[in-house]
């Protein structure tokens, strides 16, 4: 039902910005949510942001607050994750992901995903 395509990560230098797009393209259902997972080799997938596509309702993992933010251009059917200072603990595959209900920070509430894009903090 849904596409989506993430771009952005690359390897950067601790204190470093990235930003991160998710596109989206046919879907056929309605769309509560959209939010950023992060998984880093030995760890458990782990929520970073979500958004509700009215791009009134935002939601942030304590770890990234006031540094990241999540946004929506709903024109251009795209997701963004804004990443500043960014640290080496920010090291990890980064995907998006939709909910087409109020879901949880738990990544089983989301039914499509994109295969992901690496973001590598390192000095």
């Known amino acids: 039902q849904v596409q989506l395509v993430e771009s952005g990560g690359e390897l950067v230098q601790p204190g470093d910005s990235l930003r991160l797009s998710c596109a989206e393209s046919k879907w056929t259902a309605k769309i509560y949510a959209t939010a950023w997972f992060r998984q880093a080799p030995g760890k458990q997938r782990e929520f970073v942001a979500g958004i509700t596509w009215s791009g009134t309702d935002t939601n942030y993992a304590d770890d990234v607050k006031g540094r990241f933010t999540i946004s929506r251009d709903n024109a251009n059917n795209t997701t963004y994750l804004q990443m500043n200072s960014l640290k080496p603990e920010d090291t990890a595959m980064y995907y998006c992901?939709?909910?087409?209900?109020?879901?949880?920070?738990?990544?089983?509430?989301?039914?499509?995903w994109g295969q992901g894009t690496q973001v590598t903090v390192s000095s």
């Open positions: 992901a939709l909910s087409s209900k109020i879901p949880t920070i738990f990544w089983g509430d989301y039914a499509y």
